[in-house]
T-cell receptor, first 115, second 110 residues
């Protein structure tokens, strides 16, 4: 079956611009996570959705970052007024539950470069 | 703040050698997971350990969860070039979010 997909795979933008990154989770998965991975680092948690609602957005670095999941499936991560420090790989993961032992399946990520 | 310290950060060995990667924290986690990540791809789960003291084996890979559920190790026996990649440990906290270590970049030379 289809895994988690993310689009675009690469995004190059200029400082100050707005970007949207899309995540299509595995069909039927209720939990969806966004992580950010900087070069040479492990992924860093951003936000977690259970269904349509953001259950935990404690990892969003500031109010320029926002994410939605209006129908409980596809999610969009939105970054306003991008800064060079936002350059990273943005990973999305989905799972069938939010328990500690539930497997998170990761997408290939979107590489964002802010010039 | 819960942190996971992973070591070593880089490891370059010859084919056939053994190696161990460590993952340590001062915090207790509900479970600890090990992932492997290839360039341009997302992390892929290798194993989840849940019970303190648990040991799991996956072919030449042995995973151990500390008794206090604060630390874990990954041991690879007779490493092969196909084992090359980024290995990540991650602790699960209530709500399911993962706290990742910095990763270990493993290179196995033929």
């Amino acid at each position: 079956g289809a895994g988690v997909s993310q689009t675009p795979s690469n995004k190059v933008t200029e400082k100050g611009k707005y970007v949207e990154l899309r995540c299509d989770p595995i069909s039927g998965h209720t939990a969806l996570y966004w992580y950010r991975q900087s070069l040479g680092q492990g992924p860093e948690f951003l936000i977690y959705f259970q269904g349509t609602g953001a259950a935990d957005d404690s990892g969003l670095p500031n109010d320029r970052f926002f994410a939605v999941r209006p129908e409980g499936s596809v999610s969009t991560l939105k970054i306003q007024r991008t800064e060079r420090g936002d350059s990273a790989v943005y990973l999305c993961a989905s799972s069938s539950g939010a328990g500690a032992a539930d497997t998170q399946y990761f997408g290939p990520g979107t590489r964002l470069t802010v010039l | 703040t819960q942190l996971l310290e992973q070591s070593p950060q880089f490891l370059s060995i010859q084919e056939g050698e053994n190696l161990t990667v460590y993952c340590n924290s001062s915090s207790v986690f509900s479970s600890l997971q090990w992932y492997r990540q290839e360039p341009g791809e997302g992390p892929v789960l290798l194993v989840t350990v849940v019970t303190g003291g648990e040991v799991k084996k996956l072919k030449r890979l042995t995973f151990q969860f500390g008794d206090a559920r604060k630390d874990s190790s990954l041991h690879i026996t007779a490493a092969q070039p196909g084992d090359t990649g980024l290995y990540l440990c991650a602790g699960a906290v209530p709500g399911g979010k993962l706290i990742f270590g910095q990763g270990t970049e493993l290179s196995v030379k033929p």
